[in-house]
């Protein structure tokens, strides 16, 4: 049974730093694309970021190009989400997911049970 949690979320100043953690249990993790997806109030489910299992693939939405840093340890089974100089815009629930898409365009969307639960951030002006 596949498990994924998030953890980390919190409230963080505009312009601060924050770091998310996403621990995967249950699947060969190292073989595994991993991604981040974010929903705030009121719109849709987006993609954020989303790296290859070997990490040599990475790509980010242009919202958060430059700012946010998606990288894993794959010893760990973990998947992080490194937010800098957040904006208030970015104040969602952050979901991490198991094999994403690696565009913001893309029409899969993979199913329930890869998704953890979410964490929620909050950015203050």
């Known amino acids: 049974q596949v498990q994924v949690a998030e953890s980390g979320g919190g409230l963080v100043q505009a312009g601060g730093s924050l770091r998310l953690s996403c621990a995967v249990s249950?699947?060969?993790?190292?073989?595994?694309?991993m991604g981040w997806y974010r929903q705030a109030p009121g719109k849709k489910r987006e993609f954020v970021a989303a790296m290859s299992w070997s990490g040599s693939i990475i790509n980010y939405h242009g919202n958060v190009k430059g700012r946010f840093t998606i990288s894993r340890d794959n010893a760990k089974n973990t998947v992080y989400l490194q937010m800098n100089n957040p904006k208030p815009e970015d104040t969602a629930i952050y979901f991490c997911?198991?094999?994403?898409?690696?565009?913001?365009?893309?029409?899969?969307?993979?199913?329930?049970?890869?998704w953890g639960r979410g964490t929620t951030v909050t950015v203050s002006a």
């Open positions: 249950g699947r060969t993790f190292n073989r595994d694309d």
């Open positions: 997911v198991v094999n994403p898409p690696h565009t913001p365009d893309s029409a899969y969307i993979p199913s329930d049970d890869l």
